[in-house]
């Protein structure tokens, strides 16, 4: 069973920044796409960024040029750097890991197959 593990939420001011790290239990390289989505109360899950083994990336329009993802294969770990943050970005933000073949819409929740449990980010104005 594939273990994700989200870490580096926390409470910051709007305009300040944050990364988030998922460790995998296994390597990296064995997931044709990974990414991150986010949900805030009473909403739906949302594709924040996403990132394939040929490290393509999409982003949301909500977060372009403001949020980064990447991949470190050595450290089995994804990464989501967050800057100019904004008190709408607040929410659970999720990592996900995709071992299926075929296509998908990286920023689908329905393409990913492996979750983790979430870290909590909140910005205050």
């Known amino acids: 069973q594939i273990k994700l593990v989200e870490s580096g939420g926390g409470s910051v001011q709007s305009g300040g920044s944050l990364r988030l790290s998922c460790g995998a239990s296994?390597?990296?390289?064995?997931?044709?796409?990974m990414g991150w989505f986010r949900q805030a109360p009473g909403k739906e899950r949302e594709g924040v960024a996403a990132i394939n083994n040929a490290a393509w990336a999409d982003y949301a329009d909500s977060v372009k040029g403001r949020f980064t993802i990447s991949q470190d294969n050595a450290k089995n770990t994804l990464y989501l750097q967050m800057n100019s943050l904004k008190p709408e970005d607040t929410a659970m933000y999720y990592c996900?890991?995709?071992?299926?073949?075929?296509?998908?819409?990286?920023?689908?929740?329905?393409?990913?197959?492996?979750w983790g449990q979430g870290t909590q980010v909140t910005v205050s104005a």
């Open positions: 296994e390597s990296t390289q064995n997931f044709v796409c």
């Open positions: 996900a890991a995709r071992t299926r073949g075929g296509s998908w819409h990286s920023l689908r929740a329905d393409a990913y197959d492996y």
